[in-house]
């Protein structure tokens, strides 16, 4: 009798354990569900990119690699020199327009562009 006791508590013990792995791999699954609709963290690097591409591409901006862009918690940063006033707002709707239509989440743009 003690040896099908001992069997039978070892097959729960791995129940339990395998119990608990189902639950936080759930709680994980959970996390990162919630991260990616309230708020996770946001991919600086990919604004980044897809920004310069965005501007780059715009047949209405002229000389678009005197614009400078960064990011940084989803703070996009714009920096550089236009020729118009027309241009330099033109560039933050491109921007918006394309994170917006790309889905990507952005906490706002910050637009430094100087006009000379």
């Known amino acids: 009798m003690p040896?099908?006791?001992k069997q039978r508590d070892n097959k729960a013990g791995v129940v339990e354990?395998?119990?608990l792995a189902l639950v936080f791999s759930?709680?994980?699954i959970c996390m990162n569900v919630l991260k990616q609709v309230f708020g996770g963290k946001y991919?600086?690097?990919k604004l980044v990119s897809i920004v310069e591409?965005?501007?780059a591409v715009d047949p209405l901006l002229q000389d678009t690699t005197a614009i400078i862009v960064a990011?940084?918690?989803g703070v996009i940063k714009l920096t550089g020199k236009m020729?118009?006033?027309r241009e330099k707002e033109r560039t933050e709707s491109v921007i918006r327009t394309t994170l917006n239509t790309a889905n990507l989440k952005f906490d706002k743009i910050v637009n430094?562009?100087?006009?000379?």
């Open 83 to 85: 020729h118009s006033d």
């Open 17 to 19: 354990v395998v119990d």
């Open 43 to 45: 991919n600086d690097e």
């Open 26 to 28: 759930q709680r994980r």
């Open 112 to 116: 430094y562009i100087t006009v000379a």
């Open 71 to 73: 990011s940084k918690k």
């Open 3 to 5: 040896q099908i006791d």
């Open 53 to 55: 591409q965005a501007i």
